[in-house]
């Protein structure tokens, strides 16, 4: 069960008419490639994902999910937005409430095992593992955790353990956090239990409905069977402007944290019919990612440009990240910056600057939201979103 | 949609054998991602025909497994859809495929069933961008017996087209030769024939019960030249691409690194599809250096590249400089190999520091999966 109805209001104009889990990603990905092919390469062929904030683009996208290989004749992928119901008609009220809603759903496929995730996290795993994990264990709820550093620890649900990895504590967003071990949004819960705990939690008026506040809580103080299981791959949390660049630039990374290039276990996408991408002579890219269908006739350097890019002669990108099907005209400058889809850069614009140009005003990376356009000779400011 | 679509996988493998030993000529890569039947198939599905088979004749596995996936096209349909026509041999009738002819009587049982009234052909080995629904405009305005799509000479060529034609202003065939030269102000064929399905059927039985098989030659040419064929030409004038030989081949696939014959076939009102591989954007090194060159995803690029083609998932060293080349999926050109005018087929190996020139003329072709 895929949580995909965030709003990510911390990525402002990129989310202002989509869902956060829509968001492009790293060149020709949305943010929900990455649970979603987990799913199908470890092995889960049936999956719903759950919407709620701006559906339209989400669902459009997942469609009968052919492209993760989830068009199947048995499961498969189902989107499950709220519905109306005889007795009462709501919203999903929190990430809990939302599974109790699908309880419907769940049981049409008689399921032993729960998998519960976000839609809005870039890591790659194998949630098979994670399940042997769950069975040696015993256990009958497992959260996936990752070691943050000490000043992550106060945004994130903290665990703390004992030496046989039972959880002994949870603390959500910690003042003073007791452990560096933070919870990935990553559950797998024994369903037979989980459901009971649901109908207890929606029967409580008190409740937020919310795994991390509510669930939880109540599985530790009744002393079920709750394990953390510890991760040491790559995960990221993309939920603001900053961490969504910087996952990005990640991809750069020579020694390949993300293990992109893993055969046999390829992140998914749907893909749309765009040419191989064209460098005209004059043309200069380098440590760069570059999805198909650009046509590159100016400089880029340091950045990732993701389906369907034009940079026209003259113009420079760098540092930044080119979201797809944007045009960056003649002569314009592109530094440190996120350009959302569909953007136009008319020529002769300067967005951003090079670190080594800022002067004693603020700094940081600018943001131009989806479908901008941007007209010529403007001048847009380090930090400034638009 | 009144139009069922046949595409001819094959018409040139023999000139290309440096290709096709293990592949037919439709399944060629070409323009880093695609294969040559893309085209064809992709310019039926974007003119509204959901009717496809494709014929094949030998060396079929890469074809069947490229076009297995027939949702790409958006051909995996309970109507109609995409169909392999491999050969079959049965009592009456056994297959030599000498020719068209032969290829549509092993279609036979297709046309048949096929519920439109127009047949469209095509060949794998012609590219292009074309609606083909503007030449059965062309075709029912005209009222002739056949349509044939062929672009206008400037200047004399060489190398012989299939078909070529000579016609007035009205656009009517005066004169119809196969398999010869074009002088300037000639109509030179793109192999894309329309004519009605039964006459199509009729012409099948009747040439290839007394022997015939060549489509042009046998029928189209023999009677015209009798007065009782007319032809209409549907006057094409944009960019067309003949693959007849292996020079051709390397030649037009490198013409995609300019940007003009590059937007007149990919346009994005009317795609060019493909099997999906699902390989990550294309990743450029710190100290790479390319220009005039189509690139493709899932490729490592660390050194220096100008004027080639280079297919999904290649990696070019550090310090290797590729130069006028056409490298295809899965390749590796090891650090400090210099490559000019060289063609290196699929999942082969450039050890680090080779050094291989061919000539504009004569390029170097290394075989898929060699270790050089």
């Known amino acids: ?386 | 949609m009144n139009m069922t679509g046949i595409i001819f996988s094959e018409m040139c493998n023999d000139n290309l054998n440096a290709f096709t030993l293990d592949r037919n000529m439709a399944a060629i890569p070409f323009g880093g991602r695609y294969r040559l039947v893309d085209f064809p198939l992709s310019n039926m599905v974007n003119s509204g025909i959901t009717n496809v088979a494709v014929v094949a004749k030998q060396h079929y596995h890469s074809l069947m497994d490229h076009l297995s996936k027939s949702q790409e096209w958006d051909l995996n349909r309970k109507n109609g859809g995409l169909l392999i026509l491999p050969p079959f041999v049965n009592g009456s009738f056994s297959q030599t495929h000498r020719g068209k002819l032969d290829d549509l009587r092993n279609a036979l049982i297709y046309l048949e069933d096929a519920d439109t009234p127009y047949v469209l052909l095509a060949d794998a080995h012609v590219i292009y961008n074309l609606d083909y629904r503007l030449v059965l405009q062309s075709h029912i305005d005209s009222g002739c017996d056949i349509t044939l799509a062929a672009t206008c000479q400037t200047e004399a060529t060489q190398e012989p087209y299939g078909i070529v034609m000579e016609a007035g202003d009205d656009l009517r065939a005066t004169s119809f030769a196969v398999d010869t030269q074009a002088a300037p102000g000639a109509y030179t064929g793109m192999g894309v024939c329309i004519m009605s399905r039964e006459k199509l059927i009729q012409v099948v039985r009747d040439y290839t019960a007394r022997g015939s098989y060549d489509l042009y030659r046998d029928f189209v040419q023999a009677q015209f030249n009798q007065g009782n064929l007319s032809i209409n030409v549907y006057h094409f004038q944009d960019v067309v691409l003949h693959i007849r030989n292996a020079e051709e081949y390397i030649a037009n696939n490198l013409s995609l690194t300019q940007p003009e014959i590059a937007s007149a076939l990919f346009r994005t009102d009317a795609p060019i599809y493909t099997r999906v591989h699902d390989e990550v954007p294309a990743y450029y090194g710190m100290d790479c250096d390319v220009s005039g060159c189509i690139i493709a995803d899932g490729c490592i690029i660390e050194g220096s590249a100008q004027h080639c083609v280079i297919s999904r998932g290649v990696r070019i060293g550090k310090g290797a400089v590729v130069k006028d080349c056409i490298i295809m999926q899965g390749s590796v050109v090891g650090e400090g190999a210099v490559l000019e005018h060289v063609v290196v087929d699929k999942w082969a190996t450039i050890s680090a520091g080779t050094e291989l020139k061919g000539a504009p003329n004569s390029p170097v072709i290394i075989r898929k999966g060699a270790t050089v």
């Open chain 1, 1 to 386: 069960m895929l949580l995909a109805g965030g709003q990510g209001s911390r990525l402002y104009v990129l989310t202002e008419n989509t869902a956060k889990p829509a968001v492009p990603f790293g060149g020709k990905y949305r943010i929900i490639d990455f649970s979603l092919s987990n799913c199908v390469n470890s092995g889960i062929d049936t999956v719903g994902i759950l919407t709620q904030y701006q559906p339209l683009e989400l669902n459009d996208y997942i469609g009968n999910g052919q492209p993760w290989d989830l068009n199947r004749n048995f499961g498969g992928a189902h989107v499950l937005p709220p519905y109306t119901k005889t007795s009462n008609n709501e919203w999903y009220k929190g990430t809990a409430n939302a599974i109790y809603q699908n309880i419907p759903f769940i049981e049409r496929y008689q399921p032993e095992y729960v998998v519960i995730l976000s839609g809005d996290h870039i890591y790659k795993m194998d949630y098979s593992k994670m399940l042997q994990f769950h069975k040696e264990k015993g256990a009958e709820c497992t959260i996936a955790v990752i070691t943050v550093d000490p000043e992550d620890a106060t945004r994130m649900g903290i665990m703390s353990t004992d030496e046989n990895n039972a959880i002994t504590d949870f603390e959500e967003k910690p003042a003073h956090p007791k452990s560096n071990q933070a919870s990935m949004g990553v559950y797998i819960f024994t369903w037979e239990v989980l459901k009971q705990y649901l109908i207890e939690d929606e029967a409580d008026p008190n409740s937020e409905n919310d795994f991390g506040k509510n669930v939880i809580p109540a599985f530790l103080r009744d002393g079920r069977r709750a394990f953390a299981y510890p991760f040491d791959g790559y995960w990221k949390d993309v939920g603001t402007l900053g961490s969504l660049w910087d996952a990005n630039m990640d991809l750069l990374d020579p020694n390949d944290p993300l293990d992109m290039r893993n055969p046999r276990f390829k992140v998914y996408s749907r893909n749309y019919a765009s040419p191989s991408t064209l460098l005209a002579p004059g043309s200069k890219v380098s440590n760069s990612f570059v999805a198909e269908g650009c046509r590159i006739e100016g400089t880029v350097e340091n950045s990732v440009l993701y389906t369907g890019c034009v940079v026209e002669a003259g113009a420079s990108v760098s540092g930044a990240v080119v979201m797809p099907n944007t045009v960056v005209k003649r002569d314009s400058k592109v530094h440190y910056a996120i350009v959302g889809e569909g953007c136009t850069i008319e020529s002769g614009v300067t967005i951003g600057l090079r670190p080594e140009e800022r002067g004693e005003e603020a700094w940081g990376i600018s943001v131009i939201g989806h479908g901008k356009t941007i007209p010529t000779g403007t001048v847009i400011k380090p930090k400034e979103i638009v």
